[in-house]
C-alpha cells in the first residue's frame, strides 16, 4: 500500500481539474457528485435554490459541486465573501450578486487554468466586485481578519491537511464571521487502501472525513455554533456524531460554524 503525499494529492487534483478547465468539457466525469458519491449526494445544477438561468451556459457548465452554499451563506449587502476552490466562478458570481456593489468577492484556486477560466467569465457576468486569486486553500492570500463569510463546494474534501485549511478560515474571517459550506463528508472513515486510491481522492471520493474527524477539525481551529446536516436529511444535526468506523458512507453535507467575537 502506497500512502500519499500532500504534494502528491495537491499534484493530482491540480492536474484534474485543470484538465477539466483546459477542455471545457465539465459534463465527463468531472464534478465531486461522480462515482460512487452520485447517488446521494448531487443532481447537477438542480442543486441551487436560488435563480442561476443568468449565468452563461460557460458558467453553469463548470459548476463542480455538491451543494448550494450561497443560499446556506445568507448573504447580506455590503459583506466580503471568500470562496474556497472557485473553480470557473459559479459561485462567486452568484455572492456578487448578493452582497451588491457595495460588497467583494474574492475566490481562491490553486489551478492557474481555473483562474484564467473564471476571469473569461467574469467578463461575461460583468460584476467588477469578484476578483480571483491563484493560491492553496491551506494558506491563502488573504489578510487575517477580513472575510465576513467564507464559502465553499465541494473542495476541503480534496485537501490532505483539512486542519491547516479550517485554521487558515479562522485567520481570515472577522470576529462573528461566518463559514457557510457544502462539502463531501463521511459516516464512517475510509480504510488507508482506500485512500491511497489518487484518481479517487481527486474525484472528491476518498479524501472526505468522518464527520466527527471532520468537526474535531473546525472545533480545533476555534469556531463555535458548528452543524453539520446532511442535504438528503436536513432536519438531523450530525456535528455531535460519534465516529461509525468502516465502511464509509459518503454525502453532501451542509457546513456552518462562527469565528467567536472575543478571539
Not at 443532481?43 to 457548465?61: E, F, K, M, Q, R
Not at 458570481?93 to 468577492?105: D, H, K, P
Not at 470576529?175 to 481522492?201: H, K
Not at 474527524?213 to 442535504?231: H, N, T
Request: net charge negative.
Amino acid at each position: 500500500m502506497t500512502t500519499l503525499t500532500q504534494e502528491q494529492v495537491h499534484e493530482e487534483v491540480k492536474a484534474r481539474y485543470a484538465r477539466i478547465a483546459d477542455e471545457s468539457q465539465p459534463q465527463v466525469s468531472s464534478s465531486c457528485c461522480d462515482g460512487d458519491t452520485s447517488a446521494s449526494c448531487c443532481d447537477s445544477i438542480s442543486l441551487y435554490d436560488i435563480d442561476t438561468a443568468w449565468l452563461p451556459n460557460d458558467v453553469t457548465g463548470l459548476s463542480l459541486g455538491c451543494g448550494d452554499p450561497i443560499t446556506l451563506a445568507e448573504l447580506q449587502p455590503g459583506q466580503t465573501v471568500l470562496d474556497l476552490g472557485s473553480g470557473g466562478g459559479i459561485d462567486c458570481f452568484m455572492a456578487a450578486r448578493q452582497v451588491g456593489e457595495s460588497g467583494n468577492v474574492i475566490g481562491v484556486d490553486m489551478t492557474a487554468a481555473m483562474i484564467q477560466k473564471a476571469n473569461q467569465n467574469k467578463a461575461k457576468v460583468d460584476l467588477p466586485n469578484v476578483e480571483f486569486r491563484l493560491g492553496q486553500i491551506e494558506d491563502l492570500p488573504v489578510d487575517s481578519d477580513s472575510i465576513d463569510v467564507i464559502i465553499s463546494n465541494c473542495v476541503i474534501n480534496l485537501s490532505p491537511d483539512k486542519t491547516t485549511v479550517f485554521r487558515e478560515t479562522y485567520r481570515v474571517l472577522k470576529p462573528g464571521g461566518r463559514l457557510a459550506v457544502s462539502d463531501i463528508v463521511t459516516l464512517g472513515r475510509f480504510t488507508p487502501q482506500e485512500r491511497a486510491d489518487m484518481n479517487a481522492w481527486a474525484e472528491c471520493i476518498t479524501g472526505a472525513e468522518d464527520v466527527a474527524d471532520y468537526v474535531a477539525a473546525i472545533k480545533a481551529a476555534g469556531f463555535r455554533d458548528i452543524s453539520v446536516r446532511d442535504k438528503g436529511n436536513p432536519d438531523v444535526e450530525l456535528s455531535g456524531t460519534v465516529s461509525m468506523g468502516t465502511p464509509a458512507r459518503a454525502f453532501s453535507a451542509r457546513v456552518t460554524a462562527v469565528k467567536p467575537h472575543n478571539q
